[in-house]
């Protein structure tokens, strides 16, 4: 773990619980909480908060879950038009969204998308889902399933041309393989600026997520929606603030 990290992980916590005692209502918006592995390691990972255990993965769940019921927030399926609510979103497509996942949230009816980088499905890295498991993720029905990325290159270090032609290909070949349109996206690395968004646009995507922080409300560009890290070794308490948006205020760090 880098020491900038650190420095701002535990500045964040400990100035995110004091409002979290003063606000009796969570902001409004709609959260997208950013997950990628329950059980595998992460390329890049530097740190180490982008793998966490089962066990951990589980008491994230339970703590939303009241977080919802508590304030009448539904967690919802991303892409919803709703003014508030909770979307749960899985990038790179780590096995685990099948052995691990999947059965944790399908046993709450908790709906949760997943964001597939198609080379990844054929790299034969066993850390990643294959194309049959896939579309063994795809029939639960709680499951919906965009792209991330034909080759998870940074879209914004690539021509225009290339990366329209990356997103494209990120979009058929999972239309291919699921026989259903795909229309939603993330960003590789949440790498964004005006061109591949319009990019995005052109290649047919409706909705994307990149990895600025916060909400989204009505106004939200939906090729630019903000989304929530959640990491390993985020405690209790510290999911409660970043449902609460008391971590919003971290887009000015990001
Ligand atoms: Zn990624």
């Given amino acids: 773990m880098t020491l900038t990290f650190r420095a701002k992980r535990l500045g964040a916590t400990a100035i995110s619980a004091a409002p979290r005692f003063l606000t009796r209502k969570p902001q409004p918006g709609v959260r997208v909480l950013t997950y990628h592995s ?36 539904p967690i919802v399926p991303f892409g919803s038009e709703t003014q508030s609510g909770i979307a749960i979103t899985f990038d790179d497509g780590y096995v685990d969204v099948l052995q691990t996942v999947a059965p944790i949230l399908s046993r709450h009816h908790i709906p949760f998308h997943v964001l597939i980088t198609p080379t990844k499905l054929t790299s ?24 991330h990325g034909f080759e998870h290159r940074p879209l914004t270090s690539m021509s225009t041309q290339d990366a329209e032609q990356d997103l494209r290909r990120s979009r058929e070949t999972l239309q291919e393989i699921l026989q259903r349109e795909v229309v939603t996206m993330s960003y590789p690395f949440g790498m964004v600026d005006q ?24 106004d939200t560009d939906l090729l630019m929606l903000r989304r929530i890290d959640m990491w390993a070794r985020d405690g209790r308490s510290t999911v409660v603030d970043k449902l609460f948006g008391s971590w919003n205020w971290f887009a000015r760090l990001t």
Wanted: aromatic content about 8%.
């Fill in 124 to 147: 034969g890295d066993s850390r990643y889902l294959t194309t049959q498991q896939l579309k063994e993720v795809a029939l639960n029905p709680l499951v919906s399933i965009g792209a």
């Fill in 38 to 73: 329950v059980g595998h390691q992460v390329d890049g990972d530097i740190n180490d908060i982008y793998n966490m255990s089962p066990p951990e993965f589980e008491k994230h769940v339970a703590t939303i879950l009241r977080f919802s019921a508590a304030h009448s927030l």
């Fill in 195 to 218: 061109s591949v968004r319009d990019a995005a646009a052109r290649a047919g995507f409706t909705k994307a997520a990149c990895s600025k922080w916060g909400f989204n409300h009505p």
